[in-house]
């Protein structure tokens, strides 16, 4: 077939030919190349945003949580008006449960760089359970409260149930 054709469709035949294997080779191949490369660009940016996505679901799941625990532990007055409240509700619990406090008195704050910590001394003298249920509420929502120390004694020797505790609770606060 090759030789059927005359000199000059010889070359138009090796110019055209020339011409394809050149398109092929710099146009064709190159851009079929470039398009698998832009489409796995496409994939990992993909898998990139589904993944941002997922984060960013999660973080405003976390949000709602941190938002909760600030609403709880933020301090919205003076460190004054803060101990004064504390106290007022260590009084509240203990008087729910019917339980007298001899003494009650607050420690110096302990501010910190993410905190303010607050500290109260308390002293109640009543039945074992009475005491146990008053530091469960205490630690319950929404007071929240840590037992730094406790020292529980015996009140009276005629009296085997009665309980004198010592509690020193403790609270952060965010300022």
Known sequence: MFNRLTSRERVIF??????????YKFVFNPLVNNQKSLNQKIEKVKKKYV?????????KSIQGVYDQYLSEFKQLESNEQTIAYLISEVEKVATQINLVISDLKPKPVKPDKNFNYYSISISIEGSWTDILKLIHLLQSRPYLFEVEEMNLDRASQRN????????????????
């Open 14 to 23: 090796m110019a055209c030919l020339f011409l394809a294997v050149v398109i």
């Open 51 to 59: 993944k941002s996505q997922r984060i960013l679901q999660e973080a």
């Open 160 to 175: 085997p149930e009665s309980v004198r505790a010592y509690l020193l609770l403790g609270k952060n606060y965010i300022p």
